[in-house]
């Protein structure tokens, strides 16, 4: 495994106290990045810093809630002060929203799924994209989902926020002219929270540990990965 591909890069990951934001920032902390972690809850926080601090690493730790548009507006200042530019951004912060069918979403429900899964991106992305050019060289990767594309039954709300963030990080892509690049992975069945929270029941030890993914997303995250616009898909253990 690299040792030190993300030495000297400053990295922040969002939703990185649990799950595949989690595994993201300690891969790239592994690797010699600096890894600001941002996300809501601060005992996840707390332990991903103790668990970056065993393998020498660096880690700066945000407690905010992506709901927060004021936490948002706080953030370039802070971190340009502190870094002067941004290596690498994580867009891993989501919510499932209701499992419900479309005629029976309530108006709040969809609401609160669309300010984490796009608004806040969108924010993120115009508010970080000074920090990012830069670096030169920033790597942009944004955590996707086949249900952007494959449409079942009662997933309408997760499905719309998640097509539309596709398109808002491939756009972004395609506008880049210098070193920048932005690309997607769709991890695919993951051993998460939110799977479990979707798929009740299910063995997690027969799909993908978010450590697997943690270290791809680290890999994309290195300079010398040169893809622009594309959507890494991670193999399904099922092989579908």
Excluded: C
């Amino acid at each position: 495994m690299p040792s030190d591909t993300l030495s000297g890069r400053t990295i922040l990951v969002t939703g990185a106290s649990r799950g595949i934001g989690y595994a993201t920032a300690l891969a790239a902390a592994k690797r010699g990045a600096t890894v600001i972690a941002l996300a809501r809850t601060v005992s996840g926080l707390e332990a991903l810093d103790d668990e970056v601090r065993k393998t020498n690493g660096k880690a700066v730790l945000i407690p905010a809630d992506l709901e927060s548009e004021e936490a948002l507006t706080r953030l370039p200042t802070a971190l340009e002060q502190r870094f002067e530019k941004l290596d690498g951004l994580v867009l891993n912060a989501g919510l499932l929203g209701p499992l419900t069918p479309v005629v029976d979403i309530l108006g709040k429900e969809w609401h609160k799924t669309f300010t984490v899964n796009l608004h806040a991106n969108l924010a993120l992305l115009k508010l970080l994209d000074p920090l990012l050019q830069k670096a030169g060289d920033a790597r942009v990767v944004g955590v996707t989902s086949r249900a952007a594309h494959v449409f079942k039954p009662f997933w309408g709300t997760y499905a719309a926020s998640k097509a539309a963030f596709e398109a808002l990080v491939k756009t972004y892509a395609a506008e880049q002219r210098e070193g920048l690049r932005a690309n997607l992975i769709d991890p695919g069945p993951t051993a998460t929270e939110m799977r479990a929270e979707a798929m009740p029941g299910e063995d997690p030890s027969t799909i993908t540990p978010p450590e697997k993914i943690g270290e791809r997303i680290a890999d994309m995250l290195e300079p010398a990965f040169d893809q622009q616009g594309e959507t890494v898909v991670f193999p399904r253990p099922d092989g579908k």
